[in-house]
């Protein structure tokens, strides 16, 4: 486990809660040869920065690392220091955890830290495209660290500042309705302007499981295995769907078997019912 081992071998992290940390996470390295860790230690040797994640995360970053999401919403911990996940999407279209960290500060200087060590756990691999709830020191450090990356925002982000800036009901259903639809610019725009005059996703999952797994009173150690234990419950999920993926065939209800036929043995579950929609779609335009 890079730094946690060799940087950090002979000295000892001041704080009970921190070496129990460190040493748990040692132990992981010690049965995952593709685990890494590092951290960064103040001139008192107490733990401040600190980024893990398990072999199974750099494999799932290797294969679905084009898209990343980075949040850093989170602050369910006992020190009030700012979790950090890095997520994406498998080709089932579920979320896959790449990473985990937690910061001494929400600055660039700590981002962009947290970035770079991102970066070298998962080979210098670039994600094509960055999601993220809008911090502007976030951007900065993405710009920095990212630089070809395309930032874009999270819609579940911008729909829960807008129910906590915005009262009127109305226009915050309409405002969901507009920014999960998909729509050209210009009937966006229409839209949008509509809806002014007249008055979840990816993230939203994971904030829901950080709630029923991780306690605001947990020890660094304790928040460690809550967090492998939500994790656990993505990777879960994903093995149920690719047994079904596999082993199981759909009915086929379309007009068109042997295509739809075609798109079930050739995409997984869950991309196959939305391939359908499609393939439904065009048979109705046929009728």
């Known amino acids: 486990m890079y730094n946690l081992i060799t940087q950090h071998k002979k000295e000892k ?8 940390a460190i040493s748990y996470l040692r132990g992981k390295a010690g049965n995952d040869s593709y685990f890494f860790g590092k951290c960064t230690l103040s001139n008192e040797n107490r733990l401040e920065n600190l980024f893990w994640d398990d072999g199974t995360s ?40 790449f990473g985990c960290g937690l910061l001494v500060n929400e600055d660039i200087g700590s981002y962009k830290w947290l970035l770079e060590t991102f970066l070298e756990a998962m080979g210098s691999k670039h994600p094509t495209a960055v999601v993220t709830d809008g911090d502007l020191l976030m951007r900065e450090a993405i710009k920095q660290v990212f630089p070809y990356a395309t930032h874009r925002l999270c819609a579940w982000h911008l729909h829960r ?7 009127n009901s109305g226009f915050l259903n309409d405002f969901k309705k507009l920014i999960y639809a998909n729509m050209s610019v210009a009937e966006f725009q229409v839209m949008w302007e509509d ?3 007249r008055t979840t996703s990816q993230c939203e999952g994971i ?3 950080i709630k029923a797994y991780v306690r605001k ?15 656990s419950h993505y990777r879960n999920n994903e093995r149920v769907t690719e047994f079904n993926s596999k082993y199981t065939d759909p009915v086929l209800v379309t007009s068109l078997p042997i295509l739809e036929d075609f798109a079930a043995k050739t995409f997984t579950r869950n991309i196959f019912w939305e391939v359908r929609k499609e393939i439904e779609g065009a048979c109705a335009m046929n009728t």
């Open 217 to 231: 009173k947990d020890t660094l150690l304790e928040f460690i295995n809550n967090m492998e234990t939500m994790v």
């Open 161 to 167: 500042n807008a129910c906590e800036k915005v009262k």
């Open 195 to 197: 809806m002014v005059a």
């Open 207 to 209: 904030n829901s499981l």
């Open 58 to 97: 750099r494999i799932d970053y290797e294969c679905f690392g084009d898209v990343l999401t980075f949040d850093s919403t989170y602050n369910r911990n006992v020190y009030n220091k700012p979790l950090v996940i890095f997520s994406g999407s498998n080709h089932h279209g579920q979320t896959v955890i």
């Open 13 to 20: 992290v001041k704080g009970g809660d921190a070496n129990a």
